[in-house]
């Protein structure tokens, strides 16, 4: 209905996986539901939100533009989602990744340093803060 609610009549009694979805900017991929009777509430968050800063590694001065690039690493090399990157400015960013559903790792790249790569994260609806230092390129 207008306010979010729904109804499922002769839903089995185990738990069934939903993946409920609100537009583009949230998603809760998996969520088991078991019916018991009862209203239930479910809170939609992005699947995981990176924050954090980009620095030089040397200087520690804020990384004027860089890119961010989420890959999936599922694969034995990873796949990077290059058409979901997205641009930052003055070494800060603020990141939701709504659709992922398997660990997954970012690349961070500015003009004049090294990529970055981060360690792998599994989507749980969490914040992961990131202090990035690039090295200058040689």
């Known amino acids: 209905d207008a306010e979010g609610r729904f109804q499922w009549t002769g839903a089995p009694p185990d738990s069934v996986k939903w993946d409920i979805l609100s537009g583009r900017d949230t998603a809760l991929r998996d969520f088991p539901l078991v019916a018991n009777g009862e209203e239930q509430t479910v809170v939609l968050r992005p699947a995981v939100r990176f924050t954090g800063t980009v620095a030089d590694a040397r200087t520690g001065s804020a990384i004027p533009h860089f890119s961010i690039t989420p890959g999936d690493t599922r694969r034995a090399e990873i796949y990077w989602n290059d058409s979901s990157s997205r641009s930052f400015k003055n070494g800060a960013f603020t990141m939701d990744v ?6 997954a ?30 090295v200058p390129q040689k």
């Open 98 to 103: 709504w659709w992922m559903r398997e660990p």
């Open 105 to 134: 790792s970012l690349r961070v790249e500015a003009e004049g340093y090294e990529p970055f790569q981060t360690p792998t994260f599994a989507p749980r609806q969490q914040t992961e803060t990131l202090m990035v230092k690039l």
